[in-house]
């Protein structure tokens, strides 16, 4: 039985289930369980701090053209926007949760490897969407996760330029603007096969022959005809993975698919879309159990699926036959 992480210290009913499952007891470092509502206010209040900065730094690297270097090819991009947001973040974090735990792509990429375990940790991207803020392309946000016993719990994703903030916490909904519940459309509708769907899909930044091979014969099987297969009905690439989970969230896309992006990139739109009735799934050879475990959540292949009017029972027959379309492959 799946035990909810945050209730499960504050639900005398489950106790025993909680003790079968091994979580009786937190550790002692963190005995005392998060308190969502103030974490969720803090990160909402953060993220729009951070939405100035990011368009402040977007008006100067246009007016003076610096700041851009390359991390692994000229499409996986950082900018000095990037790594003073970052910095920023995490001081904020620091300053107010000092026990906390912190993942963040840039301190990643600077050589700072933290392990995703039970403590509560903030899982961040400063700008999720480098590459489209480099281009002064309005669809990059700064993306804020929380996470306790391993799983995603508050998520604030932010788009400044279009000042669409999205939200949500553990058992408490998921919301643009703070107002607006998602999905927007309530209850959402039928959708049972590939060939009702609009799909989200990236390039990414992994362009080698072999994974640019295997993401192009995914991309023609779900929009090709043939085989007795229908074809999906469209494919779009918003350039951010963070904003795509969102728009599953929101009902605006029917599922989102990538290999090859981070944790930082999609624990806070796991926990939104999860709110709105999503569902994520891992890698083709995984179970379709709908749990993100760690395992998941850092295992760099995700396809999240809009909440539908069957359930999970009619999103993993979504998955099993969306899985039979594309080509896996290991991420390096």
């Not at 301190?107 to 961040?124: D, F, H, M, Q, R």
């Not at 350039?239 to 930082?264: H, K, P, R, T």
């Not at 891992?282 to 809009?306: A, F, H, M, Q």
Request: with cysteine; hydrophobic share 40%; aromatic share 8%.
């Amino acid at each position: 039985m799946e035990i909810d992480p945050i209730s499960a210290w504050r639900r005398p009913g489950i106790l025993n289930d909680a003790l079968t499952a091994g979580l009786a007891t937190p550790p002692l470092s963190y005995a005392a369980p998060p308190d969502l509502p103030s974490i969720l206010s803090f990160a909402i209040d953060l993220a729009r701090q951070v939405g100035h900065r990011i368009k402040a730094g977007s008006q100067n690297r246009f007016a003076a053209q610096t700041g851009v270097d390359e991390k692994k090819n000229s499409v996986d991009l950082v900018t000095e926007t990037d790594q003073a947001v970052e910095k920023f973040i995490l001081e904020k974090v620091t300053e107010a949760y000092p026990e906390h735990k912190f993942i963040g792509e840039e301190s990643y990429a600077a050589g700072k490897k933290v392990v995703l375990g039970n403590e509560p940790t903030w899982i961040i991207d400063p700008i999720d969407g480098t590459t489209n803020f480099v281009h002064g392309f309005p669809m990059c946000c700064v993306s804020i996760g929380f996470t306790y016993l391993g799983k995603p719990v508050i998520g604030v994703v932010y788009n400044p330029f279009l000042d669409q903030l999205y939200s949500a916490a553990k058992g408490h909904g998921a919301y643009l603007n703070e107002s607006i519940k998602l999905p927007l459309v309530s209850p959402p509708p039928v959708l049972t096969s590939i060939s009702q769907a609009l799909i989200g899909v990236e390039y990414g930044s992994d362009r080698s022959p072999e994974v640019m091979d295997a993401k192009l014969r995914s991309f023609g099987n779900l929009a090709g005809q043939g085989e007795g297969k229908s074809m999906c009905r469209g494919m779009r690439s918003m350039g951010s993975a963070a904003l795509n989970f969102c728009a599953v969230a929101a009902g605006q896309l029917d599922m989102y698919w990538e290999i090859g992006c981070w944790e930082w990139d999609v624990c806070a739109g796991t926990i939104i879309a999860q709110e709105s009735g999503g569902a994520l799934f891992g890698s083709s050879s995984t179970d379709l159990s709908g749990d993100v475990t760690p395992e998941i959540l850092t295992g760099r292949k995700y396809l999240i699926i809009r909440g539908v009017p069957a359930g999970i029972d009619g999103q993993r027959a979504l998955a099993k036959e969306f899985y039979s379309r594309i080509v896996d492959w290991d991420q390096n």
